[in-house]
C-alpha cells in the first residue's frame, strides 16, 4: 500500500501553557514569569508567533536582553521557541543550517522537545533517519503531546519495515486528534497490511475517506481491495 509523506506540521504553542514542549510534570512558573521585569511576556512572543512575525519577537527579545543572546536566563525559553521556529522556516532549503540554529537552542535548552522535534525534520531532509528517529524519540519522550514527532517517528519505522513498532506510534498520533488525522489512518492500513490484516487495514482507509473524501492514497489503496 502506498503511505503519505512525512508531515511538516508542528506545534505553534510555546511553554507558557504549561503543555507543550515540556517534560510532563515539570513546572511552567519560570517561563510564565518572563517579562514582568523585562516587558518581554510569553503570551506577547507566542501571539507573534502565530502571526509568523519572527523579526518582531526576536527584535523584543533582544531589546530585553542585558548582554549577549542566551545570557539571560529568565528569556532563554522565549528565545528558544523564536529560534526553533527560524529553524522550521529555513529547513525547506538548507537543513544543515536549520541544524545549526537547532543546536544552539539544545545548548542552552535541553529539554525542549519542539527543538527535538524540528531536529528530526532536518535529519530526515538529510536521509540520516537513524539519527532521526533518535531526535523523535527524545522529544515524545520530553512531550508525549508532540502528535507530529509520533507520527514522524512511525513513517521512519515503517520505512525500515518495523511496521508493529510504527503503528503503535501511529495509535499515538491518532489519540491526539491531528489535523492531518486521514494521513495516519492511511498508515495504519499500511501497517495492517504488512501484518496480512487486511479487513483491519481496510477499515482504516474507510475511515480515513470519511475524514477526507478526497484522500487520493486512500481511494487508490481501497480501490486495490475491490479489484
Excluded at 511553554?15 to 514569569?33: I, N, V
Excluded at 532536518?122 to 502528535?147: C, I
Excluded at 491531528?178 to 494521513?183: R, V
Excluded at 489512518?185 to 501497517?191: I, S
Aim: glycine share 4%; aromatic share 4%; proline share 4%.
Amino acid at each position: 500500500l502506498e503511505e503519505p509523506p512525512v508531515a511538516a506540521q508542528s506545534q505553534r504553542h510555546i511553554a507558557s501553557k504549561g503543555d507543550l514542549e515540556r517534560p510532563l510534570g515539570a513546572s511552567t512558573s519560570h517561563a510564565e514569569a518572563i517579562a514582568v521585569d523585562h516587558g518581554v511576556t510569553m503570551d506577547a512572543i507566542e501571539e507573534l508567533l502565530d502571526k509568523d512575525d519572527l523579526e518582531e519577537a526576536l527584535s523584543r527579545i533582544m531589546e530585553a536582553e542585558n548582554g549577549p543572546p542566551w545570557s539571560d536566563p529568565d528569556l532563554q525559553d522565549a528565545r528558544a521557541a523564536v529560534v526553533t521556529r527560524i529553524a522550521e522556516k529555513v529547513m525547506e532549503s538548507d537543513a544543515n543550517q536549520a541544524l545549526n540554529h537547532l543546536n544552539e537552542v539544545l545548548k542552552r535548552v535541553s529539554d525542549y522537545a519542539e527543538a527535538h522535534l524540528q531536529v528530526g525534520r532536518a535529519l530526515s531532509r538529510l536521509d540520516m533517519n537513524t539519527e532521526a528517529l533518535q531526535a523523535y524519540d527524545r522529544a515524545v519522550a520530553l512531550d508525549s503531546s508532540l502528535h507530529v514527532a509520533h507520527y514522524n517517528r512511525g513513517i521512519l519505522l515503517l520505512q525500515t519495515g518495523n511496521y508493529l513498532e510504527a503503528e503503535q506510534s501511529f495509535l499515538q498520533s491518532l489519540a491526539l486528534r491531528p489535523p492531518y488525522l486521514a494521513d495516519v489512518l492511511v498508515n495504519l492500513a499500511a501497517c495492517r497490511a504488512r501484518a496480512e490484516d487486511m479487513q483491519q487495514a481496510k477499515t482504516y482507509l474507510v475511515k480515513a475517506l470519511e475524514v477526507d473524501p478526497e484522500h487520493e492514497i486512500a481511494k487508490k489503496n481501497l480501490e486495490r481491495f475491490t479489484q
